[in-house]
């Protein structure tokens, strides 16, 4: 049935309506790492802006371009200024999505360049939080046969990734893909399970290829917005395709939560197992949301990582900001899997505003304190946002 959809004619009766999207951000980025004798301060402002069309019933597509331009003195991976620690925002214009999609009552395609984000994004996401988005060529299939079941499939044929087309590393600019996603998801009352494969091939990087098998599952005991929340994840990650490696590595994400008063505290578990020589990677994550917001764990030690942290979060506010301000603030603790080491720790912190004409704000900070992994890293970021949507006159 689904397939069937997906080749059937467009019937274009009326003419297609149009909407203008737009997301523009500025942000100044100031990093000081102990292992470069000079700071890195990027200031960056990118412009993403598509037109969303609906062509006839059930089908829409997107097109939209996205731009980045900087300033400042600081290594952003395409300028070659390696005497500064790097931001990752190089200036680039590049086409970000492009696809066209079908959706019914129970099913769905969309098919070109989109974005992919899974779950919490700890294995497959956009990385919305560098100028450059990522985004993937790929198939995407939907089926929900029940009101709580969803079944989805993806198909990615190349990943675009945050680094750009002028990244001077061409495997940092994109990867050629044979990667199969499979996520299935069954909701009750406000529980939570996601069942999943994913078989990344990576026809760039052999050594990137892995098969990985989870279960995720989320839910709250909240009465009269107090109470206790969870997240628990296991994983088991292994070779795939032509990975000239071999190894068996497990994953665990332990996460309570308690809300009270507005304010919501947690305390996490994070393994991500090694043995010395190979450790579980996920490529095609959101990473910085993961492992502190320094960015230190982009790439797993081989030893492996375990990531120990408690933080809290919430909103405040007075007046015309009542409930407006969005807070947060996280403590980390790194140590390898294999090997004793303590790699460091690490202090986030956030604060998030509304401004005037529908812009929004944020200030946020990371500090790293190294023990037995890289350097002594300090990050602050001043942000301002401005999205918004607008439709077209037919």
């Given at each position: 049935?689904?397939?069937?959809?997906?080749?059937?004619?467009?019937?274009?009766?009326?003419?297609?309506?149009?909407?203008?999207?737009?997301?523009?951000?500025?942000?100044?980025?100031?990093?000081?790492?102990?292992?470069?004798?000079?700071?890195?301060?990027?200031?960056?402002?990118?412009?993403?802006?598509?037109?969303?069309?609906?062509?006839?019933?059930?089908?829409?597509?997107?097109?939209?371009?996205?731009?980045?331009?900087?300033s400042?003195?600081?290594?952003?991976?395409?300028?070659g200024?390696?005497?500064?620690?790097?931001?990752?925002?190089?200036?680039?214009a590049?086409?970000?999505?492009?696809?066209?999609?079908?959706?019914?009552?129970?099913?769905?395609?969309?098919?070109?360049?989109?974005?992919?984000?899974?779950?919490?994004?700890?294995?497959?996401?956009?990385?919305?939080?560098?100028?450059?988005?990522?985004?993937?060529?790929?198939?995407?299939?939907?089926?929900r046969?029940?009101?709580?079941?969803?079944?989805?499939?993806?198909?990615?044929?190349?990943?675009?990734?945050?680094?750009?087309?002028?990244?001077?590393?061409?495997?940092?600019?994109?990867?050629?893909?044979?990667?199969?996603?499979?996520?299935?998801?069954?909701?009750?009352?406000?529980?939570?399970?996601?069942?999943?494969?994913?078989?990344?091939?990576?026809?760039?990087?052999?050594?990137?290829?892995?098969?990985?098998?989870?279960?995720?599952?989320?839910?709250?005991?909240?009465?009269?917005?107090?109470?206790?929340?969870?997240?628990a994840?296991?994983?088991?990650?292994?070779?795939?395709?032509?990975?000239?490696?071999?190894?068996?590595?497990?994953?665990?994400?332990?996460?309570?939560?308690?809300?009270?008063?507005?304010?919501?505290?947690?305390?996490?578990?994070?393994?991500?197992?090694?043995?010395?020589?190979?450790?579980?990677?996920?490529?095609?994550?959101?990473?910085?949301?993961?492992?502190?917001?320094?960015?230190?764990?982009?790439?797993?030690?081989?030893?492996?990582?375990?990531?120990?942290?408690?933080?809290?979060?919430?909103?405040?506010?007075?007046g015309?900001?009542?409930?407006?301000?969005?807070?947060?603030?996280?403590?980390?603790d790194?140590?390898?899997?294999?090997?004793?080491?303590?790699?460091?720790?690490?202090?986030?912190?956030?604060?998030?505003?509304?401004?005037?004409?529908?812009l929004t704000?944020?200030?946020?900070?990371?500090?790293?304190?190294?023990?037995?992994?890289?350097?002594?890293?300090?990050?602050?970021?001043?942000?301002?946002?401005?999205?918004?949507?607008?439709?077209?006159?037919?």
């Amino acid at each position: 049935m689904l397939l069937a959809a997906a080749a059937a004619p467009v019937q274009a009766a009326d003419p297609p309506k149009a909407s203008l999207e737009w997301d523009l951000r500025l942000r100044h980025e100031a990093v000081d790492d102990a292992a470069f004798a000079r700071d890195a301060q990027a200031t960056t402002a990118r412009l993403r802006a598509g037109v969303r069309l609906a062509l006839a019933p059930g089908w829409s597509a997107l097109l939209e371009g996205e731009g980045v331009a900087g300033s400042g003195h600081y290594n952003s991976g395409a300028n070659g200024k390696t005497a500064y620690p790097t931001v990752l925002d190089p200036t680039s214009a590049e086409l970000n999505q492009a696809w066209i999609g079908w959706s019914g009552a129970q099913a769905g395609v969309t098919v070109g360049r989109q974005r992919i984000m899974l779950d919490n994004q700890r294995w497959v996401g956009n990385v919305g939080w560098r100028q450059n988005e990522q985004t993937f060529d790929a198939v995407e299939l939907r089926w929900r046969p029940t009101a709580n079941l969803a079944v989805r499939y993806d198909w990615l044929d190349k990943v675009h990734r945050v680094a750009s087309d002028r990244a001077l590393n061409p495997l940092a600019r994109e990867r050629n893909l044979d990667t199969h996603l499979l996520n299935i998801a069954w909701t009750r009352g406000a529980q939570h399970w996601v069942g999943y494969a994913y078989l990344h091939d990576d026809r760039d990087v052999a050594s990137a290829s892995t098969a990985t098998y989870g279960l995720r599952w989320t839910g709250s005991l909240l009465h009269e917005v107090r109470g206790l929340g969870w997240t628990a994840e296991v994983a088991r990650q292994s070779d795939y395709a032509r990975n000239p490696a071999h190894f068996d590595h497990t994953y665990w994400l332990l996460e309570p939560t308690w809300t009270q008063r507005g304010i919501t505290a947690r305390a996490g578990w994070e393994h991500l197992g090694g043995d010395g020589l190979t450790a579980v990677q996920t490529p095609l994550a959101t990473l910085h949301a993961f492992s502190g917001w320094d960015d230190q764990f982009l790439v797993t030690p081989a030893k492996g990582l375990e990531d120990h942290y408690l933080g809290a979060s919430g909103k405040f506010g007075a007046g015309t900001l009542a409930g407006k301000l969005n807070w947060a603030l996280t403590w980390h603790d790194y140590r390898s899997d294999t090997g004793g080491l303590h790699y460091g720790s690490e202090w986030n912190a956030s604060l998030g505003f509304p401004l005037p004409g529908g812009l929004t704000g944020l200030v946020k900070l990371a500090d790293y304190r190294a023990d037995a992994f890289a350097r002594d890293n300090t990050k602050i970021w001043m942000q301002v946002e401005w999205r918004g949507a607008r439709t077209l006159s037919p």
